[in-house]
């Protein structure tokens, strides 16, 4: 397509593909495209070319809706900006996805998960370690999916804290990546494995920098709010060893290890969440 038409359609290929976001460069994300069959005529928004065929044209990123020549997918910028209109699900998204699609630093469960267990929980007796009642830990994640932000978890609605730390917990672990990337887990845990305190301090400042953005902010609010519920063991029985346990095989998941070697990892999941509890002031 050539004159103002094609020039017209170039800009507005170029708003699209260079879309901004006020959330910092580093939440960089990649598009999620998947070949797609489009109705009637249709323009790649990368090179403004026809896309011709009449099924499987291109590709469509399933996150920001940006269509594209199979071809020219190699080459759009990794700046998918996704669009709540196609990211229509808060728990088990990708969570950089959600982040970007809500513009937070962190996913608004973990936000509003915590500071409600703060406001009204940090003294309840096993917190984490008590679970709620499985149906209403299900009714406040179809709530989160269906509400998002507007989602009611007071204690109005839900009078039970352990209904709240469940539902945190069940985000946690529905998370197709974990908060601990699966390309940054084994690096984890062999930091977990060193013996001497200062090199395993170190070595953790730089495990921790193998995670996306959006990943190390939301453990680093995760750590912080854990310390705090160990300032008040004496009263809800829960240290950073306990929370550990709890939290070790929820934010480090084994990346297709053999059962053998995912049983024996379980130890090190543990004392790296209890090492990032204790140290959390010095390491983010």
Not at 57 to 80: I, W
Not at 189 to 210: H, S, T
Not at 255 to 280: G, H
């Amino acid at each position: 397509l050539r004159g103002p038409e094609g020039r017209e359609l170039t800009s507005l290929v170029r708003k699209a593909t260079l879309k901004d976001s006020s959330l910092p460069h580093k939440y960089e994300k990649v598009h999620n495209f998947k070949v797609h069959t489009f109705r009637g005529p249709h323009w790649c928004e990368y090179c403004a070319n026809f896309m011709w065929g009449l099924k499987a044209q291109g590709v469509k990123c399933a996150d920001c809706g940006l269509n594209v020549h199979k071809q020219c997918s190699t080459m759009v910028p990794r700046n998918c900006v996704p669009d709540l209109k196609h990211v229509k699900k808060v728990y088990s998204c990708e969570l950089t996805t959600l982040v970007k699609a809500h513009n937070t630093k962190r996913p608004m469960v973990v936000d509003m998960c915590i500071q409600e267990i703060e406001s009204r929980g940090l003294k309840s007796e096993g917190l984490y370690r008590m679970s709620g009642f499985s149906d209403s830990v299900e009714d406040v994640k179809s709530a989160f999916d269906r509400d998002g932000e507007k989602t009611d978890i007071s204690a109005n609605a839900y009078e039970d804290i352990n209904i709240i730390t469940g539902a945190l917990k069940l985000y946690l672990r529905d998370l197709p990546i974990p908060v601990i990337s699966y390309d940054a887990y084994p690096r984890f845990i062999e930091v977990a494995k060193l013996e001497d305190p200062e090199k395993q301090q170190e070595a953790f400042r730089e495990a921790l920098e193998l995670l996306p953005a959006a990943h190390s902010e939301t453990l680093r609010y995760l750590m912080v709010h854990l310390k705090r519920v160990t300032l008040n063991e004496k009263d809800n029985l829960m240290n950073a060893e306990n929370l550990g346990i709890v939290f070790g095989p929820t934010l480090l998941r084994a990346p297709n290890l053999d059962a053998m070697t995912a049983l024996n990892d379980i130890r090190y999941q543990r004392q790296v969440v209890e090492f990032l509890i204790k140290n959390e002031d010095t390491l983010f």
